[in-house]
């Protein structure tokens, strides 16, 4: 599909909703959205994708409670903006669209969570992407070092060729909001796997050591939890061009959601899972076991990360051995530790020392 | 054995300390004991002795006090009245003589009792300051006012005039103004100066007071009222629970010259039967001559008196505030938290500890600015006197401590000890004697009888404030289902209707079964001495209703010739039914009526009751409680229960399963 088909198609979903919303007051009824739940125990590991996708629970979005009702009616407001944007080839951020509504009166969100989250709704019941609304993300996908040739067309629509190498300053090439075949041709590509980096600073580290060029890989910055058109560009150097990709993070509880939300699909877009997911994915560190094996610098739990460790043996996609493991070990030490705390051993080390070993049981490293 | 010379020896070192001696140096127990507390006693013996006399003339109080720092420790304080004034000659002993007054053997309600306060606080001035004090007093009709410069000869309890002159006090008809200095410290808060007076002037609405601090900003508690407290009358002492000494002190002064007289005469409540009925039970005979009584015979005669039923006192001694007067005194001074609430505050009848009338006030306000998250504030007075100190020790915080709010609508953990909320508790006992802990007159002594007293104040007053709690709490669910059927639904169905292009569809079923139910909400206007009532009747239902509702107003301020539809009953003037006409499904039906001579904010809320209709279909009013045509306003207390009515074959609301989404923190 066109993406103007699939405008046309996301505009012929939306009234769909607003349609059985009227058809339902017209019989008498009270409105109400039935949409799958997003909760950590409604998520289900897709054999076939080998992601995580939302299950069959189901939850009513009904006109019975303020709430409810207030997402009904902003739902209409939602769909005439989108309608609008589509016929008069415009887009706006989530940010903006929190803004316009401003205007709706009553309907207008009170937060931008509460825009953010119907914008992720209205994927879920329609099927389609954020994209095909016209709205996109304010905050831009992250950083990417490595001898990657893409072609991209640019806003004035101009195909620009260029190697995210050789072809961009010390900040790297920055990844787009939209991601797909037609904004970004993967070229070509002499890297040997791809290294998803947790923080800024290592990022830059793995540049200034050169470890792009010594080892043949893609560096990519994932800035915390990875923004869509980052696990989107992952998934498709893993896809088109069968690259190996490693997580690379800080050892900590949020860490593990980073990798898992990369790897599994995060429980807030499960929808997307199969889109957004790298199943083959591999968590290189920093481990629960790094800590006492690399003897690291590392900072106490705090009683909020002790929280999150134990929802995580609550969550069904950290339900593995491995993961346990690690869970338990952190919480045993009772301590955590930032990927930056390898500069212990000098700067040299990470590129030098932990990366090769860890990459070597992936058999990863050159011979 | 000790020799007759040691005896002697002794006798001669034993002298008579007079009382101002005593107090000099036992200062504490007047309640100078820290520097911030001895201002604050200071300002209180002056402006209690301001507000009796004037009440004992029926003047409307016009109190200024102003408080001028001299130096680091040293202050001046002035307090000037607009009383009926002295008479030159009392003058030095009233201000310069410790326990002068006239108060001191009267059984009635005032402030001051002992005659100890101002002339103590001038001497604990002289003490610290050395320096004398300056009473102006004049007269109605006088020509000039007298002024002295005094200082109390502590040994032999007597005033020193070190001056005395006649000024022409023109623009003052009469009144009195005393200064002195003294050491101590000002501060702000919970315990100081400018607290005393703001809580003087809840219980004394009668009052205007004028306060000038020592940075010299003024701050004005106005009068709420024109209208005096009544006088109290003076009564004799009631027999039931007098002390011996007492006793023994009576049968000294009396004029009497029979037991049976002097009990009939110098007893409140004593009639020559009873006074007979008293000497046989004593076994004294009625012709005792009280001069001859023994300490033995006053034995018997108190035990005598314990076995004989005596009428309780009358109690014109006794001044309450009332309910209306501390709902005004309240309004008046807490403008600025703009409370949520006044509970309409409650007045016990008297009753009798030690042979003292006594009675119990109590009023509660709620919310607005007032501070969620702390202990209640207390506010503690006897007789129109508020109580700064001690509180842990004051039978009222045991009152308070010892009720179960929990049941009111305040946090308490459990059900005891000071509980927390947005509210104050006002307490005023009242009594010809309050028995006070020590004579700094900070804390109520805990007695049984006042202790039960209190606690059943507290109690009623509380009920006052869970109504107006349960009310509110049923008006904000109410007001959620009203506004998605009145805004929200609406809203949906324009907007869906213009973007898919088709007529507005009819939202009758989609409301009614949203809301299901007889919604019924109340307007109070105020409007040129009357209150303007609309009752509106929401029928959320999918049936047609027809039900009588039923509604309580002050006794005969009906106006009959007011009302929108006329009442099927009024009962004892207060109790208003009217049999409403048919209201078909999703029909609005208003109800108005209006109500004369009270004042605004005697009539706020609205009860209503419902009849003839299942009260689960009902929000916004209670069933009729079943005692309704027996009683007079003794309603139990009944509980409308809510409808519930969640399907439970339903999926899970979605925007509330209340689950974090966001894998990052």
């Given amino acids: 599909m066109t993406t103007s088909e699939r405008n046309t198609e996301a505009v012929k979903r939306l009234y769909a909703i607003s349609e059985s919303i009227y058809e339902q007051l017209d019989q008498g009824k009270i409105p109400k959205m039935v949409l799958p739940l997003r909760t950590k125990a409604n998520i289900r590991f897709d054999k076939k994708s080998s992601v995580w996708k939302y299950g069959d629970q189901k939850g009513a979005r009904s006109a019975k409670k303020v709430q409810g009702a207030m997402m009904l009616l902003r739902t209409s407001y939602m769909l005439e903006l989108i309608r609008d944007m589509i016929e008069s080839n415009r887009s706006s951020t989530l940010r903006e669209s929190y803004y316009i509504s401003e205007g709706w009166g009553k309907a207008k969100f009170h937060s931008q969570d ?7 709704d209205l994927e879920i019941v329609t099927q389609c992407l954020r994209e095909d609304f016209k709205l996109r993300p304010e905050e831009d996908g992250a950083r990417v070092i490595g001898d990657l040739n893409i072609v991209e067309t640019d806003r004035k629509g101009k195909r620009k060729a260029l190697n995210c190498r050789d072809d961009v300053g010390d900040s790297g090439y920055g990844i787009p909001y939209n991601v797909e075949k037609e904004k970004v041709e993967l070229g070509s590509t002499s890297a040997r796997f791809v290294i998803a980096v947790e923080t800024g600073g290592m990022f830059d580290r793995l540049v200034e050591n050169g470890f792009d060029e010594a080892e043949d890989a893609i560096l990519v910055h994932l800035k915390g939890q990875p923004a869509r058109s980052t696990r989107r560009f992952i998934k498709r150097l893993n896809d088109e061009m069968n690259l190996p990709v490693v997580v690379f993070t800080d050892g900590d509880p949020w860490s593990f959601r980073i990798y898992a939300s990369v790897a599994y699909g995060a429980i807030k877009t499960a929808h997307l899972s199969e889109y957004l997911a790298t199943p083959s994915a591999e968590f290189i560190g920093i481990t629960a076991s790094d800590i006492t094996a690399y003897d690291l610098p590392t900072d106490k739990l705090t009683d909020m990360d002790v929280r999150a460790l134990n929802a995580e043996l609550k969550d069904p996609r950290f339900n593995t051995g491995y993961w346990r ?10 301590k955590k530790a930032e990927q930056q705390a390898l500069a212990k051993y000098g700067l040299d080390y990470v590129t030098s020392t932990y990366l090769p070993e860890k990459l070597n049981q992936l058999g990863l490293m050159r011979k | 054995m000790p020799s007759s010379s040691t005896a002697q020896k002794l006798a001669k070192g034993q002298k008579e300390i007079s009382v101002s001696e005593f107090f000099e140096k036992n200062r504490q127990i007047l309640g100078f004991d820290s520097p911030v507390k001895s201002l604050i006693m200071g300002v209180k013996e002056a402006v209690d002795n301001a507000l009796d006399a004037c009440e004992e003339a029926q003047i409307l109080p016009d109190i200024s006090v102003k408080i001028d720092r001299v130096d680091q420790k040293e202050y001046r304080v002035t307090v000037e009245d607009n009383g009926p004034g002295i008479v030159s000659t009392s003058m030095p002993n009233v201000f310069g003589r410790l326990l002068y007054g006239s108060r001191f053997h009267a059984v009635r309600q005032s402030r001051g009792q002992q005659g100890i306060g101002i002339s103590a606080t001038i001497m604990f001035g002289q003490i610290t300051t050395g320096k004398p004090a300056t009473a102006r007093s004049k007269v109605e009709g006088a020509e000039a006012a007298k002024e002295i410069d005094i200082i109390i000869d502590t040994k032999k309890n007597m005033p020193v005039l070190l001056r005395e002159d006649y000024i022409p006090w023109n623009d003052v008809p009469h009144g009195t103004r005393v200064t002195f200095y003294m050491n101590g410290r000002y501060v702000n808060g919970r315990q100081s100066v400018y607290e005393y007076l703001r809580q003087t002037a809840i219980v004394n609405p009668h009052a ?6 020592p940075e010299g900003k003024k701050y004005v508690f106005d009068r709420a009222t024109d ?3 009544p006088r109290t009358k003076e009564i004799k002492p009631h027999p039931d629970g007098i002390e011996l000494g007492t006793l023994m002190n009576m049968i000294k002064a009396t004029k009497e010259r029979s037991l049976v007289k002097f009990l009939q005469n110098d007893f409140n409540r004593v009639s020559e039967r009873v006074a007979k009925e008293i000497c046989s039970a004593s076994a004294l005979p009625e012709t005792t001559r009280p001069t001859h009584m023994t300490l033995e015979s006053c034995k018997q005669l108190l035990e005598g008196i314990g076995k004989v039923k005596i009428m309780a006192p009358q109690v014109d001694c006794l001044s309450p505030i009332g309910d209306k007067l501390i709902r005004k005194g309240l309004k008046h001074v807490l403008e600025e938290v703009k409370p949520e609430f006044y509970a309409p505050p409650v007045t016990r009848d008297p009753k009798v500890h030690s042979g003292n009338p006594f009675l119990v006030e109590v009023g509660i306000v709620y919310g607005g600015g007032l501070p969620k998250d702390q202990q209640v504030q207390i506010y503690r007075f006897a007789n129109r006197v508020p109580l700064l100190y001690q509180q842990g020790a004051c039978v009222i915080t045991k009152a308070i401590e010892n009720t179960d709010w929990r049941r009111y609508g305040l946090e308490q953990r459990g059900g ?5 909320g947005p509210a104050i508790i006002l307490v005023h006992v009242a009594s010809t004697k309050i028995p006070f802990t020590s004579e700094a007159k900070e804390a109520i002594s805990s007695i049984p009888n006042i202790q ?25 669910k109410t007001r959620a289902k009203f506004e998605i059927v009145q805004e929200i639904i609406p809203l949906m169905a324009e907007k869906t ?4 292009d088709r007529p507005v569809p009819d939202l009758r079923g989609t409301i009614t079964k949203i809301m299901n139910v007889v919604w019924i909400d109340d307007q109070v206007k105020f409007e040129k001495g009357r209150h303007k009532v609309k009752v509106s009747i929401y029928n959320y239902t999918p049936k047609q209703q027809k039900f009588s509702v039923h509604t309580i107003v002050p006794n005969g301020c009906l106006d009959e010739k007011s009302c929108s539809l006329a009442p099927t009953d009024v009962r004892d003037g207060e109790k208003v039914s009217w049999e409403l006409p048919r209201i078909a499904s999703t029909e609005i039906y208003h109800l108005t009526y209006e109500l004369s001579g009270l004042d605004a904010d005697m009539y706020q809320e609205v009860e209503l009751y419902v009849s003839g209709i299942n009260p689960v279909d009902v929000m916004g009013a209670d069933p009729l409680p079943g005692d309704w045509d027996v009683e007079g306003l003794n309603f139990t207390e009944t509980e409308a229960e809510e409808p519930e009515e969640e399907d439970a074959d339903e999926e899970p609301d979605y925007d509330e399963s209340g689950e974090d989404l966001n894998d990052d923190q």
């Fill in chain 1, 114 to 120: 509460e825009s953010n989250m119907l914008a992720e």
């Fill in chain 1, 325 to 334: 493991g690690e869970i338990e070990e952190m919480l045993r030490l009772g």
């Fill in chain 2, 208 to 213: 205007c007071i004028t306060f000038i601090d």
């Fill in chain 2, 227 to 229: 209208q005096m407290p």
């Fill in chain 2, 416 to 420: 005891s000890g000071i509980p927390f």
């Fill in chain 2, 452 to 476: 039960e007293e209190i606690q059943l104040a507290l109690k009623a007053c509380g009920r006052n404030l869970k109504t107006h709690l349960n009310k509110k709490e049923r008006k904000s």
């Fill in chain 2, 497 to 500: 209707a213009s973007i898919l």
